[in-house]
């Protein structure tokens, strides 16, 4: 049976995980964690939502953030993973993908 929709309400602030994939501890140098700053800036730039805290582990993030308008933290979500993918699989290949198989 598949997972209910999420009730998301205006006014109230979210607590999001990523992890990275296949649970690896790939978030442990300094570029990566600067990666994830730097895609949070652009995100703040594109999408209007207040950022409360952030946690950068070695094998995933915490966000805590509040969308502006509730239907957005989707849209959110997928922009920011979709961007430090793309970010970390150039910036690491041919070593490994972000959201994907392993490369050799």
Not at 38 to 55: G, N
Request: positive net charge; charged residues 20%; aromatic residues 16%.
């Amino acid at each position: 049976m598949p997972r209910q929709p999420r009730q998301l309400l205006p006014g109230y602030s979210y607590h999001v995980t990523c992890r990275c994939n296949n649970r690896e501890f790939r978030l442990t140098r300094l570029e990566c964690r600067q990666v994830f700053l730097y895609a949070l800036k652009k995100a703040l730039d594109k999408f209007a939502f207040k950022l409360y805290a952030l946690c950068i582990m070695s094998n995933h993030v915490h966000y805590l953030l509040e969308p502006f308008q509730p239907e957005d933290l989707p849209k959110i979500m997928h922009w920011l993973n979709w961007y430090t993918a793309m970010c970390f699989n150039r910036m690491l290949q041919p070593y490994w993908t972000f959201l994907g198989k392993k490369v050799s």
